[in-house]
């Protein structure tokens, strides 16, 4: 399953390990799912979580993160959202075929189902990984 995985996602789960974001990262780096994501989506999120200031441990496992992220090459310039950066994420998500989106940004739940790419909250992806591994 590819997935791009935004980085409010990342901060989340790096400052509450136990939480659905927190669940999606440790699949992820376990290799349950793909995460996908292009050169710019990568910086980003080394830079958000160096930012953060979050300790040797959270960063760690974000470089764990990253190094399990398949980069993909998007065409530039698609306007789907009014948030800028929320376009990188849908290039992205349309680059490498990604089934989903995970995301707690409103912008970009906003236009879940364009491509076909489900845009959608951690719990929620948790619920649908769920039924579909049943």
């Known amino acids: ?10 901060i989340a789960a790096l400052r509450n390990p136990g939480s659905a974001a927190g669940r999606i990262i440790d699949m992820a780096i ?3 799912i793909q995460p996908l ?3 710019k989506t990568k910086q980003e999120t080394a830079r958000l979580v160096q930012r953060a200031g979050l300790g040797r ?3 760690l496992k974000a470089d764990r993160l990253l190094y399990r992220t398949r980069e993909v090459a998007p ?4 306007s789907i ?6 376009n990188l994420y849908f290039e992205a998500a349309h680059a490498g075929g990604a089934q989903f989106i995970v995301t707690s940004d ?10 076909g790419i489900r845009v959608v909250r951690p719990a929620d ?10």
């Open 106 to 115: 409103r912008h970009l739940l906003d236009h879940d189902g364009f491509w």
């Open 30 to 32: 376990a290799g349950e």
């Open 37 to 39: 994501g292009s050169l």
């Open 75 to 78: 065409h530039t310039g698609f």
């Open 81 to 86: 959202s009014t948030d800028r950066s929320d």
């Open 57 to 59: 441990e959270a960063w």
């Open 1 to 10: 399953m590819n997935v791009v995985i935004d980085t409010n996602v990342v």
């Open 125 to 134: 992806f948790l619920r649908l990984m769920a039924n579909h591994n049943k």
